[in-house]
């Protein structure tokens, strides 16, 4: 089946440091990743839409400045969280869309908690 | 923009027994309904979807139900294991050319089944 995997699966930081997670399509090309935020007994809040090589598309409310995201090739998007505070501490999970169909599949996580 | 509801927030049941789980959306344009399972600590994994032009699909143990002229879906689980326990999220696709394959999800339900 269709594997996505994330790089780290959990991290802590100090605050004010940046943070890069990888999201990963291991064997399909990805036409579409998406990153998404978690928080305890929460449902999944989208932060944005990343396509190959071009700008990602990002939600009303969140912070393109401080969530870089970076969509380089078909198996591989990055998310940068940029000065990294407590409150950014959470969940992130991202997916990958097969090319050509509505599908999605999701990376196991990332846990990020700031100090 | 595209909303779900999703009922019940918890479901309880015995081993062997039958879970039902139900979502309403609102856009009518909506045309692809994934279905994600979620373990503590895991991201979600997608156990079944359908698509608006079909009514019923079933694989194995699970089965998803449409009603597009009610605008609501259903997953049905049968001889419930207590491997099933998990959340469980529905989730709709837009048929908009602005919605760029983004899914919206219900806030999920935690299914806990008790042997």
């Known amino acids: 089946g269709a594997v996505v995997s994330q790089h780290p699966s959990w991290v802590i930081c100090k605050s004010g440091t940046s943070v890069k997670i990888e999201c990963r399509s291991l064997d399909f090309q990805a036409t579409t990743m998406f990153w998404y935020r978690q928080f305890p007994k929460q449902s999944l809040m989208l932060m944005a839409t990343s396509n190959e090589g071009s700008k990602a598309t990002y939600e009303q409310g969140v912070e393109k400045d401080k969530f870089l995201i970076n969509h380089a090739s078909l198996t591989l998007s990055t998310l940068t969280v940029t000065s990294a505070h407590p409150e950014d501490s959470s969940f992130y999970i991202c997916?990958?869309?097969?090319?050509?169909?509505?599908?999605?599949?999701f990376g196991p996580g990332t846990r990020l908690t700031v100090l | 923009g595209e909303n779900v509801e999703q009922h019940p927030s918890t479901l309880s049941v015995q081993e062997g027994d039958s879970a039902v789980i139900k979502c309403t959306y609102s856009?009518?344009?909506?045309?692809?309904f994934p279905w994600y399972k979620q373990e503590l600590g895991k991201g979600p994994q997608l156990i079944i979807d359908?698509?608006?032009?079909?009514g019923e699909k079933k694989d194995q143990r699970i089965a998803v139900t449409l009603n597009k002229t009610a605008k609501h879906f259903s997953l049905h689980i049968t001889e419930t294991q207590p491997e099933d326990s998990a959340v469980y999220f529905c989730?709709?696709?837009?048929?908009?050319?602005?919605?760029?394959?983004?899914?919206?999800f219900g806030k999920g339900t935690l299914l806990t089944v008790n042997p």
């Open positions: 989730a709709a696709k837009g048929s908009s050319g602005g919605s760029n394959y983004k899914l919206t």
């Open positions: 856009d009518s344009a909506s045309n692809y």
């Open positions: 359908i698509r608006s032009n079909v």
């Open positions: 997916s990958a869309r097969i090319g050509g169909t509505d599908t999605q599949y």
